[in-house]
């Protein structure tokens, strides 16, 4: 027999409703999640390579050739840049409209700001600050910069676990940075990458939303 | 006999509602082919639920070129986010659940 739609029950509809509404988030905070474990990898890899390296290092364990822990370093920041870029292109597929243009001048804000700090840190070294001062200072002004980025994705999203982690962020840089070298190495390397897996995780698991969806 | 909005109870037009008004912002467009991937729905079901969400007013489909391939773009109507929250608000009315 077929049912009449109007018959359909309302205790099914609504669960119904909730399963699809569940779906949903979870495809639009796919990318997110992804990006944040790639990035904690990229993280934990790569600091604990130049942790781990021959001169600068401050592991108590065998070291690498200090050559060696740089390009690691290079390729996997490289390598999560890159991904980055390309999942934050997809996640605006498909969409179009004002939420497609602040997602998409976020996006820039974070290729403008990265490259301000890095032409930044050029001219400090050009102008002749120490290197045990470079070393401190460059990874301190990108993750205070990550952070700073994080609280206005937060605000943007209207989400507190981004805004969290923006805040955990700027103070793992200022942490590392009062504790000095090398042991702000193994503090990025650790510190940084638990913070982004713990967010990813709840994210994944449903425990908290990547952005508020009551209007 | 619960009066619950007609164009909107019926499975499959209930989660493209939801769908829509979960993903997008007053203004937003999603293209069809995003949609029936959020909704794993075939084309020529969801063809034909968005056909009566649009006659109702609830959608408005746009049809336009990427190049040369044509491509529609659903987005919620004013009326249809109303018509949605009304059913919800009724829905839950209904179950005497909390909201």
């Known amino acids: 027999m077929h049912r009449n739609e109007d018959d359909v029950d309302p205790a099914a509809m609504l669960e119904l409703m909730r399963e699809q509404r569940r779906r949903t988030q979870r495809w639009t905070m796919r990318n997110y999640v992804l990006m944040l474990v790639i990035w904690a990898v990229a993280w934990a890899v790569g600091f604990l390579a130049v942790w781990s390296a021959e001169t600068t290092g401050g592991s108590p364990w065998p070291r690498i050739p200090q050559p060696v822990a740089w390009t690691v370093f290079g390729v996997v920041i490289l390598g999560a840049i890159v991904f980055s870029i390309v999942a934050g292109i997809r996640s605006g597929a498909g969409v179009r409209g004002p939420s497609r243009l602040s997602g998409m001048l976020y996006g820039w804000s974070w290729s403008v700001s990265m490259l301000g700090a890095w032409l930044l840190l050029t001219a400090l070294q050009r102008a002749g600050l120490p290197p045990e001062a470079m070393s401190l200072l460059s990874p301190a002004v990108f993750v205070l910069l990550v952070g700073v980025l994080y609280l206005a994705g937060g605000a943007l999203w209207r989400s507190p676990a981004q805004f969290a982690l923006g805040i955990v962020m700027i103070a793992t840089a200022v942490g590392a940075t009062f504790a000095g070298a090398p042991t702000h190495y193994l503090i990025y390397a650790t510190v940084g990458p638990i913070a982004m897996l713990v967010v990813a995780v709840l994210l994944a698991r449903g425990v908290i939303s990547a952005e508020e969806t009551e209007r | ?99």
Request: aromatic content about 6%; overall charge positive; cysteine-free.
């Open chain 2, 1 to 99: 006999m619960t009066d619950l909005d007609p164009v909107i109870h019926a499975p499959a037009r209930l989660r493209i509602m939801t769908t829509l008004d979960e993903t997008l912002a007053d203004g937003d467009e999603l293209t069809f082919p995003a949609l029936q991937k959020l909704l794993g729905m075939t084309a020529g079901n969801l063809t034909t639920h968005l056909a009566k969400l649009d006659a109702a007013g609830y959608v408005a489909l746009t049809k336009t070129f990427s190049g040369r391939k044509p491509v529609t773009y659903v987005a919620l109507t004013p009326s249809g986010r109303g018509a949605f929250r009304a059913y919800r608000t009724h829905l839950l009315d209904l179950l005497g659940g909390t909201r």
